[in-house]
């Protein structure tokens, strides 16, 4: 088993819509969590930390789930300028980062 | 102004040939890495530094060696370069340790032909 997966996508989504999916890891003792976006041909680029209480970002809500051991990341009213690959990462001292999820926002 | 900045942008060269990739950090961090991206996205640490010391060191082919001359600035020079060390080359840097946010470098795009 991978140390941090991801469904890699592609998640179709209207413009508009709202997308959600997550982010599973197998190190209970896993401390920290972050989103990155990552459009194509760039860096990757922080989104937000995510913490235990869940937060918010406009649009953009981080929930963590230590029991089952995954992250999410939901996007509501999605704008085209949303379509990119979302990377998490989680860390227990090592950093992990997953492979992605690709998400393609549609006029 | 540039947060985090590497040079060059693009590489191609031949393989046997030997280069280096610079990177340099304007944030005030403690705490830099070299990441490989290869054809499939996927995002791998290669080596970390904390105030110019090595505290990750993946496995790597030995031909890959990391300098960190100040805190502000983690090279990586490649040995012998091989037609699968073709990938996309990310520095980046945070606050003390691996456990907070990193801002990454623009990446350097090596073709190794």
């Known amino acids: 088993r991978k140390e941090v997966e991801q469904d890699p996508g592609p998640f179709n989504v209207p413009e508009g819509a709202t997308v959600a999916f997550n982010c599973t890891y197998s190190?209970?003792?896993?401390?920290?969590f972050f989103w990155y976006r990552q459009d194509c041909r760039k860096e990757p680029k922080l989104l937000m930390s995510?913490?235990?209480s869940g937060n918010e970002d406009g649009r953009f809500t981080a929930q963590l789930n230590r029991a089952s051991q995954y992250i999410s990341l939901l996007i509501r009213d999605s704008k085209l300028s949303d379509s990119a690959t979302y990377l998490c990462?989680?860390?227990?001292?090592?950093?992990?980062f997953g492979a992605g999820t690709q998400v393609v926002v549609t006029p | 102004d540039t947060a985090v900045s590497q040079t060059p942008k693009y590489l191609v060269t031949q393989m046997g040939n030997d280069k280096s990739i610079k990177c340099e950090q304007n944030?005030?961090?403690?705490?830099m890495y070299w990441y490989k991206q290869d054809s499939k996205k996927f995002l791998k640490i290669m080596f970390s530094y904390n105030n110019k010391e090595l505290i990750i060191n993946e496995t790597v082919p030995n031909r890959f060696s990391p300098k960190s001359p100040d805190k502000a600035h983690l090279n990586l020079h490649i040995n012998s370069l091989e037609l699968g060390d073709s990938a996309v080359y990310f520095c980046a840097s945070s606050a003390s340790g691996t456990m907070r946010e990193q801002y990454f470098g623009p990446g350097t795009r090596l073709t190794v032909t």
């Open positions: 944030l005030g961090h403690d705490t």
């Open positions: 190190n209970s003792a896993s401390q920290s």
């Open positions: 995510v913490y235990s």
């Open positions: 990462v989680v860390s227990w001292g090592k950093l992990q």
